[in-house]
C-alpha cells in the first residue's frame, strides 16, 4: 500500500513533477503526475526495460519521437456520441493520427529495442483519414475549397456573385449624379449584404432597402433595388456553403467514430510512449542507473545522492541491508543528515518500483507491499494533538497495516515526550517490528535503542559521522558505527555561554556521561582508522601508478631499442654495399688495365695505386670489426670513445645533460643512451 501521506512526506510528488517536466503531451504531463508504484516484479521489471529501451533511442540511435499531441479523449467521446465535431477537434484528431503514425516508423526501423516495438503495435495508422482531414483544413477555422466538390461549385459561385455585385455597385458610386448623395465613395456589407452609405438628408432618393444607419444618424446604409435580387442569391449561396461544410464535418465525425476504439487506444500508446521517454531523459538529468531488484527485502545503495537536493553540495550516501537483517538504526548528531537518509532510502524505494532510475553509483533495491513513514513534526492545531500524541497516531495506524513485506521509516522514534518513557517505548516499537519481521530504518538519539541494537540479532547500526575537532556534521554515513547527539558541544559551538554548557554537562548523569565517553572514543578511534586505511590507499595508488610508469618506460626503452637496431643494421647494409660497389669498381679498373696488349708503366703506377686502395678498405673494416671494450678510467669528456652496452658497439660522445643521459656518434647515426649504459673505452 503506497498512501499518499508517506508518498507527500518523502517528496514523491516532487519527483513526479521532475518526470511531467520532460513529458511533450499534456497527456503525458497528467500520466506523470499520477504515476503510482508498481505492485508486482513483473511490472516494476517492464518498466525499467522499457526506459532502458527508450534511452537507447535517444542517445545511442540519437532518434527524438514527437510526443506532441492534444488530448481527444472528450472528443472520441463526443464522436461515439453521434455529435458533430468541430473543425479545431477533427484537426487535434489528425495531429493525433499523423503524430502516432511517425512515432510508429521510428520505432519500426529500429533494432534491440523489443518492448517499445511491442507497445508501438498498438500505434493505430490511417494515412487516408489523415490525409483527408488534412487536406480538408486550412486552419482550426476555414475549410479548404477541395473538402468537397460540391463544396468547390458554391464557392466558385459565390465568387462569381460578389463581383458582380461590386462591379454593379462600383459603378453605382461612381455615376456623377448619384455621387452628391453619398457619404462615401465605398461599399461595405451590413447583415451579409452588400450596402452603400447614403447621407440621411436624401434619404428616398436611391430607390432601396434600408439595412443599418451609423451612431450619429447621418448615415444610411441602403441596399439598392438594382441589387437586391443579387443579395439574396448570394445569401441562399451563403446558406448552402454553410450546410455543405456541416455535411463535411458530419462525415469526418462519422469516420472518427468509426474508427474510435483504434484511435482512442492510440491516443493512450502515444501518451504512455511518452511518460517512457521522460523517464530515460530523467535518468540522464539525475546522472542515475538502473537498480537491481529483489524480493528479499535486500537494500544497497553506493554513493546514493538524494535528487532533489543540489547535486554541487549534496553528500553520497552508501548503507546497506542485507535479506537476514530487518533493521537499521541511525545515529549521531543533529542536522547531520539522519532525516534526509531516511527520505532518500524510502525515495528510492519508491522511484524504483516505478520504473526509474535512481541516482547512485550502484543500487539494489528490494520491492516491497507498502512504504510507511513517520517522519517530521506531526503536531496538529486543527485535532488539538500535541507533536507526541500525532506521532503515536500515526505510527498505531502504521503498525496496524504493515506485513513482512512492508519497508517502514521512523524518524526520531519515541521522542516528543519524557526520555524516560519514550526510550522504552521506542524499544519495544522496535522489538514489533521485528516480530513482524517487516524491514525498517530508524533514527534515534535514545541510548537505549542503541543499546538493544548492538545486542539484537537482525539490526544494523550506522552513525552520522560528526567531526570531533570542528564540532561539525560531515553528513556521511558511517555503517557499523553508533554515534552520540553531541547536542553540548553543537550548542557550544552555536554560541551558547560556556557556563551554561558546564552546567548542563554536570547534570548528566554518570552513566550516560561514561557510555558517551565510549562512544567518542570509539568514534574517534575508527576515524584514526579511516585515516590510516585512506593513506594506505593513496601510498597503494601511487605505488601502483609508479609501477605502471616504470613498466612503460620499460616497454618504450625496448620500442626505442628495437628501431635503433633497425636503423643501425639499415645503415650498415648500406654501408656495406657502397663498399662493396665501390671495391667492385676497383677491381674492374684494374681488369680494364689488364686486358690491354701493351701495359706502359703509367698503367702498372695506376694498378698499384688500386690495390693499395683496396688493401686499406680491407684494413679499415678489420679494424671496425674489432670492438674493443676494455674501459678507461680517466675523466670522460665530450669526443672520447665510449662503449654502449646494450647495443654491444662504441661511438664518439657528442654530449651528456644533468640527469646523466648521453648523445653518442654510432658511425653516422646519433643515439640517445641512458645514464649507466656507457663508459669510456681507450
Known sequence: MFDDKSLNTLEYPKILSALAGFCQSGGGKNKARSLKPFESMAEIERALCETDEADKVLFEYSQSPSFAVDDIEMIVLKARKGAILSISEIMKVGRSLRTARKLKRTIDLLKD??????????????????????????????????????????????????ENIRAKLQAFITAPQYSKYLQDSIITMRSDRYVIPLKSDFKGTIPGLVHDQSASGSTLFVEPMQIVEMNNELKGELAAEQAEIEKILRNFSSLISANADSIEWSYQTVVDMDMMFAKAQLAREYKAIRPELNCDGEICLKE???????????????????????????????????????????????????????????????VFDGVYSDIGDEQSIEQSLSTFSAHIKNTIAILDVITNKSLVLFDELGSGTDPGEGAPLAVSIAEHLLGVGAKSFITSHFNDLKEFALVTKGVVVASMEFDSETFSPTFKLVMGAIGSSNALAIAQKLGLKQSIVDRARGRISVEKRQFDSVLSAAEQTRQKATALVNEASVDRELAAKALKEA????????????????????ETKRLIEDSVDEANEIIEQIKDILKKQDISEGDLFEARNLRKKLETMSAKYEEEAIVDDTPDNSPLNLGDNVFVKSLGKRGKLLSVNNRGEAQVAIGKLSVKVRKGDYYKVK
Open 551 to 570: 613498466e612503460n618506460e620499460k616497454k618504450l626503452v625496448a620500442e626505442k631499442r628495437e628501431k635503433l637496431d633497425e636503423s643501425i643494421r639499415k
Open 304 to 366: 546514493g545522492r538524494h535528487p532533489l537536493i543540489d547535486q554541487k553540495t549534496v553528500v553520497p550516501v552508501s548503507l546497506k541491508l542485507g535479506a537476514d537483517e530487518n533493521m537499521l538504526l541511525i545515529t549521531g548528531p543533529n542536522t547531520g543528515g539522519k532525516t534526509v537518509t531516511l527520505k532518500l532510502v524510502g525515495l528510492f524505494t519508491l522511484m524504483a518500483m516505478s520504473g526509474l532510475y535512481i541516482p547512485a553509483k550502484y543500487a539494489k533495491m528490494s
Open 113 to 162: 529495442i523489443p518492448l517499445l516495438l511491442e507497445t508501438s503495435c498498438s500505434l493505430y495508422v490511417n494515412e487516408g483519414l489523415e490525409n483527408n482531414i488534412y487536406d480538408a483544413f486550412l486552419s482550426e477555422s476555414e475549410v479548404a475549397d477541395s473538402a468537397s466538390h460540391e463544396l468547390k461549385l458554391i464557392r466558385m459561385r459565390i465568387r462569381k456573385i460578389n
